[in-house]
């Protein structure tokens, strides 16, 4: 059993925005709902689900990025909700993220080499020659070429860009990476490229991952264990391949039914899920997801269903699994 | 393929200068639609999928883009030969088309049910409410849920789902011969996603229409299609019944693809990156243009382009590539 | 896989590049050309105005005075006798020292408010605003009047009045640009790296939004010019006897009758500077952001 790197515990984060005119009304809008999961050293670990569930917003909190309102964040032992301005900078050289849009993560009026040397600057990580050299190392290691240190980054590709973003979060060796969508914005088979990357510095370097993705058969690639998250909560969690194979949670078989599979023998399987997904700023009572549920039971509607851990990491949140 | 062809598109070539030059974005393009028929184009982005489908509308902005040269045939006219105003009665009318975003293409400040039935009325000579009435029944045949009570809604009313049915029923209104999808399930959710792909199904059946599908996606491609064209850097590189293709992938680009998905309903330790990146149009390579990435290159590849041909023992299975397909080597 | 994707770029460097892309732009807009070279004239004849003239601005030859175009006097001697080319050429200098420098205080002063204001977002955000609306609704004008009848006429006040009237439209044109980057991933990545604030306004954020401040400086630059005249006109400028166009026209004003080139030698050349200004920064501005069009100081 290997340790934890990271536990996060009923974290919250209600969002509430002011709608309507001339009589605006105050709306919360529920964007995380105590949700709690856990990160073992190594381990790539996804969070799945629709827009709007809640999966980005996670991985922010984690980093801070967002203030969370109210639950637990341990990374190494440490408390992250605790932390002081210094505490959260030295922090921040361990947890790192990568962004979906390689359109808008990098500065359009910076040189990638001061891109990626100034965060080792001011960390004082290396200065000089030293420093010149990492920047060299890093777009070795993402496989880029050494003159793109001298461009600016509308010389490069979708592709090029992911690299150099990933190159930028491992300037001040992270142990944990938040990897919010990284391949979504990608054509295949550069969506391919980049996962390899990714696979092969956690390999290299140890890396854990936080990875946020609404493509099932990217998270059944690259993950160990997945969360499935909907409407800011997470409704079940266990590890990969099987959880994808044998899902019990009704919203993830419909996830995994609606997934597109390239074989035209599959299609029958193709299944369909009634209606819409609900806002987050009025969910449904009881289960969030009984509206749309085919299993939905009277008690569904009234109360939500609580946690269940049913071993092997496994665990649901679903009235089917009350016994 | 007793019948004739619903659309035969021949020889299509559609150009866009840049920086003065003329480059062809889509070159020699030859597929034919069969009557309910739906074909799949499928490739990267920019490999000229939604180019071929704005060349058949017409819709190439005129001050870059020109369709140099081909023949789109459509009910016994050539289309490039048209006017505009004869193009503008049969868009909508004959051929509609939907697209990506469903949240740009509607008008923010009008009704649906008004932007349903204006297509009904530039189209058709019937009254307004006559319009309203035949727009109310095309958005119960899209399965917008208790349409009468929505006909007077906003497009912001709507969620993006809903709205990508408001966009394939005004596209339907009409009954067109042809429907173009362009990527039409993109930017919504899985479970959405599967929801307009049946819809979608459904109405092509029920309206006994052909449908261009384009997507980028080989798992919905699998889902709808009848028959697959894939296309890099502005060529078919091969195409195939859909069974056919994704059972025997025989060009090594069509083959890479498919090794390049991560899959969900099995464990597949390996995943194969096809290296480099498409060459932008301006700088396309002599001979096959998948070449330079290419791992089963020889030296023809590099010196001629090869001729999309069928494949041994098949009438249906074409294939443009000197190694797997052609007579060379 | 190692360099995969990486195909070699474009040979030159970005930012020779972005040079190139700018040049071409204004090169478009053929105008701002007229006013980048109307202005290089200005300026090089205010820096050489001691080998431009060799009479001193303020040397009274009173059996001269009134004096029209000659061999000696150029556009002729106004009532103390005094040399116009000269006034006017020393005068360029004056004009144009006071109108950069209340520009270059305002453009400061105004970008870091503006960009506090629109990088911490919430109450400071409101009350800054405000304030700057406040200052806003005068007319830079009357603004400009009332600071300097409350502190009298002096060079410095008149700096301090003409900076006080421009800090509000640099605070608004640096606010709006750092409420929409500062949500971009980019910035969001700094963040996460634990940048501190002032490091991500000053070097990430700035570059940003500089060239759209640089445009509103180059329309200011022509109110500011016009403020200090109409401020030196009303005799709330600069002391006499120091050359300023604004003095000049004034002082020319009593004889307007009699000898109108007195004061329409300096007007034309207010008028040659606020022209030549507004051309660079129409041209400016549309190779910066297309969508500003309209947008004027003043």
Known sequence: MTADILTVEGLRKFFTVKRGFPNPKTVTVRALDGVSFTVKQGEAFGLVGESGCGKSTAGRAVLRLIEPDAGTIRFAGQDVHALDQSGLQALRRKMQIVFQDPYASLNPKRLIGKTLAEPMQVHGLAKGKDLDQRVAGLLAEVGLPQEAARRYPHEFSGGQRQRIGIARALSVEPELVIADEPVSALDVSIQAQVLLLLRGLQEKRGLSYVFVSHDLGVVRWFCQAVAVMYLGRIVERGPLPRMFDEPLHPYTQALRGASPVPDPKAKVQMMRIEGEVPSAANPPSGCHFHPRCPHAMERCKAEYPAWKELGQGRGVACHLFDQ | ?329 | MSAADATAPAQDGGRARAMRQMLRALNANKTSWVGIVTMAVVILIAILAPVLTSHDPLEQNILDKLKGPSAEYVLGTDSYGRDIWARLVYGAQISLWIGTVSIAIAMIIGSIIGMIAGYFGGKLDLVIMQAMDVLLSFPSLILGLMVVAMLGPSIGNLIFAIALTAIPPFARIARAPTVSVKERDYIEACRALGYSHPRILVVHILPNIFPEILVMGSLWLATAIRVEASLSFIGLGVRPPTPTWGGMIREGFEHILDSAWLSIAPSIAILIVVFALNMIGDGLRDVVDPKLKGERGG
């Open chain 2, 1 to 329: 393929m007793a019948e004739a062809p619903v659309l035969s598109v021949q020889g299509l070539t559609t150009e866009f200068r840049i920086g003065g030059q003329w480059h062809a974005a889509v070159r020699d393009m030859d597929f034919q639609l069969a009557r309910n028929e739906t074909l799949a184009l499928v490739g990267e982005s920019g490999c000229g999928k939604s180019i071929t489908a704005l060349s058949i509308m017409g819709l190439i902005p005129k001050a870059a883009g020109r369709v140099a040269r081909g023949r789109i045939e459509f009910e016994g006219r050539n289309l490039p030969d048209l006017d505009d105003l004869e193009m503008r009665k049969l868009r909508g009318d004959r051929i509609a088309m939907i697209f990506q975003e469903p949240m740009t293409s509607l008008n923010p400040v009008l009704t649906i049910g008004f932007q349903v039935a204006e297509v009904l009325r530039y189209h058709r000579d019937i009254s307004a409410s006559e319009a309203r009435e035949k727009a109310l029944a095309i958005l119960e045949e899209v399965k917008i849920p208790s349409a009468r009570q929505r006909l007077d809604d906003y497009p912001h009313q709507f969620s993006g789902g809903m709205r990508q049915r408001v966009m394939i029923a005004m596209a339907l209104a009409c009954q067109p011969q042809v429907l173009l999808a362009d990527e039409p399930t993109t930017a919504l959710d899985v479970t959405i996603q599967a929801q307009v792909l049946v819809l979608l199904a459904e109405l092509k059946q029920r309206f006994g229409m052909s449908m261009i599908f384009i997507s980028h996606n080989l798992g919905v491609v699998a889902t709808i299609a009848d028959r697959v064209a894939v296309m890099y850097a502005g060529e078919i590189v091969e195409t195939a019944p859909v069974g056919e293709l994704f059972d025997r992938p025989t060009h090594p680009y069509t083959e890479a693809l498919m090794r390049s998905i991560p899959r969900v309903d099995r464990t597949s330790a390996e995943l194969f990156a096809i290296p480099g990146q498409v060459p932008p149009i301006s700088r396309m390579p002599q001979g096959c243009r998948y070449a330079p990435r290419c791992g089963l290159k020889q030296a023809i590849c590099e010196q001629q382009s090869p001729p999309l041909e069928p494949l041994q023992g098949t009438a249906t299975h074409f294939a443009r590539c000197w190694v797997r397909a052609g007579g060379a080597a």
